[in-house]
């Protein structure tokens, strides 16, 4: 593979149905995603075991990334380098289009890795593999799910389908993640709108009763002093109903 992307398919390959059954199993039990990361990662290390290191990372909505997961405190510094260089392997295999995978059989003197490369070396780890999460999806990805051995070489042989399932699994678990987080922000938008309105409430009725006016009269004032004064209009009802005995 030297520096290049060609990863074995074939050699080394292994049956692996028993195993991604028992994954499933497994990650169906899980009480969160975070422990299904583990999991995950876990099974990496039997499913290729090549890898010496394994580690998943994210592409967080702000165009950041951060490691999940991960087997040894290794990958994750490693990984951290990648996020300050802005190369690496997994931030080339969340961004390409296709199969979505990166690999090199020699960091130190892979071109493509300029920095990143030889830091790796340097710590001892010679050898990538990094799938995108999900494979064949358009770029940018969700993250990727990463392979490192200290061998140069090492995962010349690393069995590419079980990497693709196994990276298939961990987009599964980061989609299921994604989506309980945006519904927590869509419940807790929610809560909050459900306050602003209570607060609103109050200071209308505040002012219908010290001032004489209908409700329509008292939400225009709250809204003019809210506007004039570049304050958000729920702040300018709680204003009004913590100082309602100086009004």
């Not at 390959?13 to 995603?33: I, V």
């Not at 190369?87 to 199969?99: F, M, V, W, Y």
């Not at 990094?130 to 064949?136: I, K, N, P, S």
Request: aromatic share 4%.
């Amino acid at each position: 593979m030297e520096g290049g992307d060609a990863v074995a398919n074939g050699a080394g390959a292994h049956d692996w149905a028993h195993e991604f059954s028992m994954l499933a199993a497994a990650l169906g039990k899980t009480a969160t995603p975070e422990d299904a990361l583990r999991l995950i990662v876990e099974a990496a290390g039997a499913m290729v075991p090549a890898a010496d290191l394994v580690s998943v990372t994210i592409h967080l909505d702000d165009g950041t990334f951060e490691t999940a997961v991960c087997t040894e405190p290794l990958a994750a510094r490693l990984d951290e380098l990648q996020y300050r260089l802005r190369e690496g392997p997994c931030l080339l295999a969340s961004s390409r289009a296709g199969l979505g995978v990166f690999a090199s059989s020699d960091l130190g003197a892979d071109t493509r890795l300029a920095r990143w490369g030889p830091a790796a070396a340097h710590d001892g780890v010679h050898s990538a593999l990094a799938v995108g999460l999900f494979a064949h999806e358009e770029p940018p990805r969700l993250g990727a799910l990463n392979f490192l051995s200290r061998g140069r070489g090492g995962l010349d042989g690393a069995d590419l389908d079980a990497a693709v399932v196994l990276a298939a699994h961990t987009a599964a678990v980061l989609d299921t993640r994604r989506a309980a987080l945006a519904a927590e922000r869509t419940n807790e938008n929610l809560r909050a709108a459900l306050r602003n309105r209570d607060v609103i409430g109050q200071a209308k009725g505040i002012l219908m009763e010290r001032e004489g006016i209908t409700e329509e009269q008292a939400f225009e004032i709250l809204r003019s002093v809210s506007q004039r004064m570049n304050v958000k209009l729920a702040d300018v009802a709680g204003t009004v109903t913590q100082r309602r005995c100086e009004l």
